[in-house]
Each structure stands twice: as C-alpha cells, then as structure tokens.
C-alpha cells in the first residue's frame, strides 16, 4: 500500500464553513469567555446592557429585571424605544429578528443612533439567543405589541402582531439558557442584585427593578447622587474610614463624560473601581492608566509648589495611592474593549483625555482645601516611610529567590527535575501531613512546603509584618517568582501551586488564608492559570471488598446510597488529619494525578471577590457576623 493512500485526504471538502450563529455554539467561549458561572451571567449583562444603552441615551427611565421561579429563565425589559419590527432592506427579514440572528447587526453603528453604548455593536443579543433553548422578544412600538419566538438562535415562529393596543414603548427579552452548552443554567440572585445596583449608581436617576421570584423578593434601586453615593457605600463596605470629609468628584462631558469620585482613607491598600459606558473593566485598561497618571502628577506638583517633600524621603506612585478608594465611571462613543467579555479598555485617546482632566481639577481642589490636602499629605509621607520601613525585610526574601537550591527554604522537599517543566509545590498544612506528603509523593516533579499552624491573614497585616513573618518568606522564596509589583512570573519554579490541607474545617480555614496571601499579593498566579487547591477525602469507606474515600458529608451520603449492597455493613473512617494517612494512601486519593482530585483558582467576579475578602478576612468583625448570621440556619452540622 502506498504512503499516500495511508494519509488522510485534505481538499477543499475538508473546509468547514460555519454559518449563522453556528460558531457561537460550536465557540462560546470567545462570545461569552467560557461556560463557567460568569458566562453564564454574562447571557444576563448581555441584554442588560442593550437597555441600559436605551437609558444612556435618553430613550429608557425604567429598567426590569425578573428572575422567574425556576432559577433558569430572565425576563429584561424597559421602556425604551423598542427594537424595529419593520423589514431590513438588505436581510428581507423584521429588524427584531435580523438583531437576534445575525452577528453583528444592531443599531449602535449609526452614532445617530446611540451616542454611547455598551455593546459591542450587534454581537450581544444574537449571542444570547445563539446560547439559549428558548428566547422570546416582546416589543412594543406605535400603539402595538409584537412577539417572536426562537430556539437555540433559529426562528420558532414568524413576527406575530398581537391583538389589541397597547400604551408606551419598550423591549422585553426572555431567555432560558441552553443545558446543553451550560453544565448549571441556575442564575445567582445575589449576582444579578449587585450588577443591577451597581448599573443604578452610574447612571443617576434610572430606576432600576429587580423581581426576584425565585426567593419572592422585589427591589427598586434609584440613586439620584450617582457615584458618590456608590463611594459611599464602596466605603462602609470596606470598613475603610475616610481622612478627609466630602470626596474629590469630577463630572464633564467634553470632551468625553467622566465621572470621578474618591476619597484617601486610613487604610493600607488602593481600591479602584472603574467602568465603561456602564460595563465593569475589572482589568483595567488606558482609562485606569490615565486616571493614575493625572492623579500622580497633580499630587506631585503640590508637593513642589509647596515644597512639602521632607528630606530622606522619596514619594512613589504607591504612597500617593496608597488608601484611595476611588471610582470612575467613562461614556465614550467607540469604545474598544479586549474581547467580547470587555474587562479591559484599550482605547490610546483615552488615557491622555482623562491625565489632561484630573491633574488641572484635583490641583485645584488641593490647593483651594488646604486643610485638607495638608492631611492627605501626611498620609502620603507616612506610606512612604512605612514602604521604606518595609524595603529591607522584602529586599531579604527577593534575595532567596535566585532559584539555588541553597538559598531555599530548609523545610522545602524539593522535587529532583531541576526546570519547571510538569513540577508541582504542595504547600502542606504542619509537619505531621508533610512527613508523610514527603514519602508519598513523585520525588522527580513533585515538592512539598510544610507550613506550621495558622497562616498569617495578610488581609489585616501590614506589608513590614508580612514580610518579616517566617512561614510568607518561606513561600515567597520557595515559589521563586516575587512579589506585589516586582512579581515576575518568569521566574517561577514550578508549573502548579497546589494547597493541600486537611479536609475540615481547620484545612478549610487555613486554604482561605492562603487564598487571601495570592489573591491580594501574587494574583498573577490566578490569572496565569497556576494555583490549584487539592481534594484529600475526609473519610474512607470499605463496603465488602470496595474502598471508596469521600471528600465531605455530601460525598459520604452519595457513596453510601449508590454503593451500600445490604449485605455488607459499611465501615467508615473518618481521618482526622493529612497526617493520619499512610503515605500510600495519601498518594493514591490526593497526589497522583491519575486519580486525585484538583479544583482550579479561578476569579469569575473580581470586584465581587475583592468585597467578599474585604468582609471576610478585613478588620470589620462586624462583616463577618452578619455573614455567619445569614447563613447559620443552613449550618446543620459545626466541625470542631
């Protein structure tokens, strides 16, 4: 047989041409960024902003979103203008179905149209019809209501007219996603609450509705002071007390609107929340920078104007910043965002229009407060000597972190691979679990950190305190990579971090310490996709000749209801420690990557998960309280 016929034919028959909303299911994830909780929300935020976009323009005062009783089905609706019904000349087919079934269709190139938007022009609804099995648009326009039903994106019904009329204008879409693309198709109610206030503060004097009949709630948020009361509540929130009374804010709309309002407060870390015609940008982006830029010049001119810089003293951009808590909030015509999730602003203009913006007006505002710009200065030095106090101590740990093998910490087993090739750390809970993660580990790609006792909570501690405590340089300088600003991920000295702790609530404790230390100071490692959290099961269960080993109480329950035979009376055992397991065992449940169990860090809502650390791990004890109250009566069971 020749060598040409064993190869597999490739013509022109081979290319595939997707059409329609096609490469939307065959691809969500480049539509939506991934199938995950957040892309699941992301279907909600989609068509939430089609009528926020009514709203910035003048068109919509009200806004309604409902939650249906099944968990699974959204209703967004407004009383806008109500999409078109009448024939598109180029599709021959109802602007209402042409905007639900072809990409990039919509009505936001026409800048007559919308002066801003959030959208990405025409990719958002058609996207979210594409991912769900049933969506239904009701529009009402010139005294009549219109509905059109679709499934999976293709059209179940033509463009009904439905009898009577009707008073006012609007668009409602419901949808159900598709479980067929979504592994869960459950709506948090809590997520759709905070982006619905959160839409209520940036643009002032919407009403906003949320009927939540899942949990048989309803609430209307309407906040007429915009963004300032958003600092607010970002403030107490935070539980960070603020240095000077009433905030810096800035409202223009030439040459761009921008929204601006901040105060410096007492605690020890930046807090900045920005967004783009109403879209969060959790990454950031040229808006961020220029608001940085202009921030920092105004603040230096000050301190040169008025010659306040103290001898021996260097200012840097993190001591101006350090305890602001700012939010800025930008409407712009064409925004180019960074993908379809639009978490990042990349327009170049922008960062120049907003320094040209916030250095002249908060140099003005210093220098006509003087009271307060003399306090906010004292703030700014004293972060200053604080991050000079702390220099030396970080200076010690960077130096550990050259990757030698005897500048590493004495208690690290490293693996015996010297590149970082497939190598994992397991950062272990205590001595006892170490020992026998040492011996039960692959000592070719795996190495083991034990770490003693409760993890310092960085969330509270100051950086001079974290850096001069033992069990952090241990880590920093086993991971290799550095920390905060100089963090480099080039030097990092193995593939995955793995945090491995005992499977109660002790481990669970010390697993949200940790969480807390990357998320605030090696976040790089979350977003590069590096940090796991493994699963050791908590009991071990024998029924007849089987073994089967449960991660939790849930877990026992499942097992013991699929597998109990009625012959055999199960025999469970519940390990107490990491350090309980025979190396064997520990290698066969937890450590060998055939038939452990490894969750991955991911951060589906950054500003989300900055508030709930904040509450969680932050000084507020009260935060804490209230959270342990609204949950206790879901506690059926307290592990001691």
């Not at 001595?431 to 040492?438: I, N, V, Y």
């Not at 064997?584 to 589906?604: C, F, G, H, Q, S």
């Amino acid at each position: 047989m020749s060598t040409a016929t064993n190869k597999k034919r490739y013509d022109g028959d081979n290319i595939v041409v997707l059409e329609g909303l096609e490469p939307v299911r065959k691809r969500p994830g480049m539509y939506i960024g991934g199938v995950g909780t957040a892309g699941l929300h992301h279907l909600i935020w989609e068509i939430l902003d089609n009528s926020v976009d009514e709203a910035m323009n003048g068109h919509a005062t009200e806004i309604t979103l409902q939650l249906h009783k099944d968990g699974e089905t959204v209703t967004v609706s407004d009383n806008g203008r109500g999409i078109p019904v009448d024939k598109h000349s180029k599709t021959k087919k109802s602007a209402l179905e042409t905007v639900l079934t072809v990409l990039h269709a919509g009505g936001k190139f026409d800048g007559n149209n919308y002066k801003t938007a959030g959208g990405l022009h025409g990719v958002g609804a058609s996207v979210v019809n594409a991912l769900s099995k049933k969506l239904v648009a009701i529009v009402k326009r010139g005294g009549t209501q219109y509905k059109m039903e679709f499934s999976k994106g293709h059209p179940q019904s033509k463009l009904q007219k439905l009898k009577g009329t009707v008073r006012g204008t609007g668009t409602a879409i419901t949808f159900s996603p598709d479980p067929t693309i979504f592994p869960r198709t459950d709506f948090n109610a809590a997520t759709i609450r905070h982006r619905l206030e959160i839409a209520s503060f940036l643009h002032r004097g919407i009403k906003v509705h949320f009927v939540d009949d899942a949990n048989k709630s309803k609430e209307t948020f309407h906040h007429e002071q915009g963004i300032v009361d958003y600092l607010g509540k970002v403030l107490k929130e935070r539980n960070a007390r603020p240095i000077h009374e009433s905030a810096f804010t800035i409202r223009v709309d030439d040459p761009a609107r921008i929204e601006l309002a901040l105060q410096w407060t007492e605690s020890t870390d930046e807090h900045l929340r920005s967004y783009v015609n109403g879209i969060p940008t959790g990454n950031g982006g040229t808006h961020e920078n220029g608001f940085r830029s202009g921030l920092n010049k105004a603040v230096r001119n000050y301190f040169d104007m008025h010659s306040l810089v103290p001898r021996g003293v260097k200012i840097a951009p993190d001591d101006i910043r350090e305890g602001l808590v700012g939010i800025i909030s930008l409407f712009i015509a064409e925004p180019q965002f960074q993908g379809q999730t639009k978490d990042r602003l990349n327009n170049p203009e922008v960062q120049s229009t907003i320094d040209g913006v916030i250095r002249p007006a908060l140099e003005q505002w210093m220098n006509n407060n003087r009271s307060v710009a003399d306090g906010i200065i004292a703030r700014i030095i004293a972060a200053a000597r604080a991050r000079a106090a702390s220099r030396a101590a970080s200076a010690a740990v960077s130096r550990k972190t050259g990757g030698k093998r005897s500048m590493l910490p004495g208690k690290l087993s490293d693996c015996l691979n010297s590149g970082r090739g497939d190598s994992e750390l397991f950062i272990v809970e205590g001595d006892s679990a170490g020992g026998s993660a040492k011996q039960g580990r692959n000592r070719n790609n795996q190495a083991i950190l034990p770490l003693r006792g409760k993890v310092l909570n960085t969330e509270s501690a100051t950086l001079k305190k974290m850096m001069e405590n033992k069990e952090i340089q241990d880590l920093v300088t086993a991971i290799g990579c550095g920390i905060g600003p100089k963090l480099d991920l080039s030097g990092l000295r193995y593939e995955r971090i793995i945090l491995l702790a005992d499977a109660d609530s002790d481990g669970h404790h010390i697993t949200t310490l940790l969480l807390t230390f990357f998320y605030r100071h090696m976040p790089q490692l979350i977003s590069d996709g590096r940090l796991f959290i493994a699963l050791p099961p908590l009991y071990r269960i024998d029924i007849g000749k089987q073994t089967y080993w449960a991660a939790d109480e849930e877990d026992r329950t499942k097992i013991l209801a699929d597998h109990a035979d009625g012959r055999s009376k199960p025999d469970i055992t519940r390990f107490k420690g990491l350090g309980e397991m025979m190396p064997k065992v520990l290698w066969n449940t937890t450590l060998n990557p055939a038939t452990r169990r490894l969750l991955k860090v991911e951060i589906d809502d950054q500003l989300e998960t900055d508030r709930v650390i904040s509450d969680l791990m932050g000084r507020d004890a009260s935060a804490r309280f209230r959270f342990i109250m609204d949950r206790a009566e879901t506690a059926s069971e307290i592990d001691v």
